[in-house]
């Protein structure tokens, strides 16, 4: 049995080392922590071992903390989604260079959460918790009430009320407890962090809280199918939307990972990484443009509800990682995530969610605002699906034709002539 290649938690900020653990903030500086590896045992890794393992996340199991012996994993064995080759977007937008859409609305429950409560729930296992948990912003809680209906273990997700009623329904349907708050997702996650400290939750593994570090490594595995699907290398340019800028930092570090043990080459001068935001929500990319590393917390407004996280955890990393690789963010409006929505479904035949209409329309943006190279090539990241969001497009497409069942009805509207 191939054993984890995890060494200890390492804090972002200060560097200080922990043992493998449910905690997410370091104890000397408070700061975030994510998982360390044992360099050695990641270079054992090889495309053939790899190819060799399921079509799903698991197949990367040894560049991941857990999950590497399949009997210990609470799984929907999400991953190996499609990586769509979008000739007529790229055409409409002008570029040269081959756009793939990286379509993870394929997962189990249509989100790329699956990926990251598959990493999570199984790390909870390993460490004895009774029961799993998550603030959500929708797609979340979706997944962990999935998950957890799969293992047969009691489920709490805590979400925004005023969340899209398809969210809330393909959550409660799998029968866990579900509360609504009277607040914002940051408000959600400020009470979740709080009840993790109570007697009453001692045994809840919240994903996103407790267990963050493992969570977010679930994350990776979007770069590693990526580099994959490509023929083992990385594409120039990504796309990646934002919410807490977590994805957008593992994508990078999983690039980054499959350079260091020599599985890709890097793109001639590196690979670029791009994050989009929705106007009614734009921290880390509002502090791109100021030229600063604070960012401020904003009361989130708009459509894109998946994305709006007004304090966000990782914001500080992805300005790093964007900044690093010469990338750059921006955001869009309502009506402006709305189009992006209708222009991917209609050139690719992917409808995507509130976040991949954001991630479009700042592909747009991107490209006539000179920040996007026409000519290289570019992958831009669909983490959910549109008939979670129906409410956002409701009204702007319908029946293009109302007629009677009558040829001389369809001869009238011009169907015929």
Not at 18 to 32: D, K, S, T, V
Not at 68 to 93: I, M, N, S, Y
Not at 394 to 403: F, L
């Amino acid at each position: 049995m191939v054993a984890s290649p995890a060494r200890c938690l390492i804090c972002r900020n200060c560097g200080a080392e922990a043992p493998l653990r449910p905690q997410h903030a370091c104890y000397e500086c408070f700061g975030p922590l994510e998982v360390g590896y044992d360099r050695a045992e990641l270079d054992l890794v090889t495309r053939e071992s790899i190819e060799s393992g399921p079509k799903s996340i698991w197949r990367y199991g040894p560049l991941l903390p857990v999950g590497q012996d399949a009997a210990t994993r609470v799984t929907l064995d999400p991953g190996f989604t499609p990586l769509v080759r979008a000739v007529a977007l790229a055409e409409e937008l002008g570029m040269r260079a081959p756009v793939w859409v990286k379509d993870d609305s394929a997962n189990p429950t249509h989100s790329f959460k699956d990926r990251v409560v598959s990493v999570a729930l199984t790390a909870a296992r390993n460490f004895g918790f009774t029961r799993f948990a998550c603030a959500s912003t929708g797609n979340l809680a979706n997944s962990v009430a999935a998950h957890a209906a799969r293992a047969g273990i009691p489920s709490v997700v805590f979400i925004p009320a005023d969340l899209e009623s398809g969210k809330v329904l393909t959550t409660a349907v799998y029968g866990g407890d579900v509360v609504a708050v009277d607040g914002s997702y940051d408000d959600v996650n400020r009470l979740c962090s709080e009840l993790t400290e109570t007697d009453e939750f001692e045994k809840t593994a919240f994903v996103n809280v407790n267990l963050r570090p493992f969570y977010a490594e679930g994350s990776k595995t979007l770069g590693y199918e990526v580099a994959e699907q490509l023929g083992w290398r990385l594409p120039a340019q990504v796309v990646i939307p934002m919410a807490s800028g977590e994805l957008l930092t593992k994508v990078d570090k999983a690039f980054t990972e499959l350079v260091e043990i020599g599985l890709v080459e890097p793109p001639a001068g590196g690979w670029r990484v791009f994050g989009a935001q929705s106007a009614g929500c734009n921290p880390i990319a509002a502090a791109l443009h100021a030229g600063v590393d604070d960012i401020t917390p904003v009361r989130p407004t708009g459509i894109a509800k998946s994305l709006n996280i007004g304090d966000p955890a990782s914001g500080l990393y992805a300005l790093e990682a964007v900044r690093r690789s010469g990338g750059w963010m921006d955001y869009v409006d309502d009506e402006e995530i709305r189009e992006g929505i209708r222009l991917l479904a209609r050139t690719t035949g992917v409808f995507p969610e509130t976040a991949g209409g954001v991630t479009v329309a700042v592909l747009r943006k991107l490209i006539t605002g000179g920040r996007l190279d026409p000519d290289a090539e570019t992958v831009v990241f669909n983490t959910g699906e549109g008939l979670k969001t129906l409410d956002a497009i409701e009204g702007t497409v319908g029946p293009t034709y109302r007629i009677r069942p009558s040829l001389r009805a369809a001869r009238e509207a011009q169907l015929i002539g």
